[in-house]
């Protein structure tokens, strides 16, 4: 399958700073990205879709204006935690899709360990 | 909307036995079904899905599951397991229109010993 690199895979941030998390499709144009939270022994929350070039979508109950994301690129999309609390820290994972049609799959990233001290 | 209910949060099994992850869904519309496999502080990894044709679906690592429309069931098999599959399963369902924004269920873990 495609490859989906997310990047870091662990970061720890002081309480009130800002952290950037990369999501990038290898071989294959993106034209969706999915991200995911995922609390210790939960299930994934999606938190937002963003669409190449476009706003993402976010979920309801996700404060869009404390997770900035941006798909700028066919390949890249990044999720920026701004201000970030303990309460943000938790496992970030986005997923990568190409254009729409039949049998699309998504496939996932591995995942971002934040962690806000 | 859809919702994926897996009922077991923890399964455990000795190695070369039989298990069944249970997975049902609820939704309106007609939906594509998966399962991931998840290991320890990493992504997700399809195991397989059912998108439609044959109900009974073949994924990686011997892991197969059948769709039951009637029971709105995808229970995930595997006839002898190995301690390597010790890890998370995830169902999750989309329906057919936005195919890739995924409703997963609670997950179940999977612990395979000697």
């Known amino acids: 399958g495609a490859v989906v690199s997310q990047h870091p895979s662990r970061v720890i941030c002081k309480s009130g700073t800002s952290v950037k998390i990369e999501c990038r499709s290898l071989d294959f144009q993106a034209t969706t990205m999915f991200w995911y939270r995922q609390f210790p022994k939960q299930s994934l929350m999606l938190m937002a879709t963003s669409n190449e070039g476009s706003k993402a979508t976010y979920e309801q109950g996700v404060e869009k204006d404390k997770f900035l994301i941006n798909h700028a690129s066919l390949t890249l999309s990044t999720l920026t935690v701004t201000s970030a609390h303990p309460e943000d820290s938790s496992f970030y994972i986005c997923?990568?899709?190409?254009?729409?049609?039949?049998?699309?799959?998504?496939?996932f990233g591995q995942g971002t360990r934040l962690t806000v001290v | 909307a859809q919702s994926v209910t897996q009922l077991d949060s923890q399964v455990p099994v000795f190695e070369e036995a039989p298990v069944e992850l249970r997975c049902n869904y609820s939704s309106s519309v007609s939906v594509y079904l998966f399962w991931y496999v998840q290991y320890p502080n990493q992504g997700l990894q399809l195991l397989l899905k059912?998108?439609?044709?044959?109900?009974l679906v073949k994924g990686i690592n011997g892991f197969e599951a059948e769709f039951n429309k009637s029971q709105t069931s995808f229970h995930l098999r595997k006839p002898s397991v190995h301690i390597s599959d010790t890890a998370e399963y995830f169902c999750?369902?989309?329906?057919?229109?936005?195919?890739?924004?995924?409703?997963f269920g609670t997950g179940t873990r999977l612990q395979v010993t000697l």
């Open positions: 059912y998108l439609s044709g044959s109900t």
């Open positions: 999750a369902v989309s329906d057919t229109g936005t195919a890739s924004k995924l409703t």
């Open positions: 997923s990568a899709r190409g254009p729409p049609g039949v049998n699309t799959e998504a496939f």
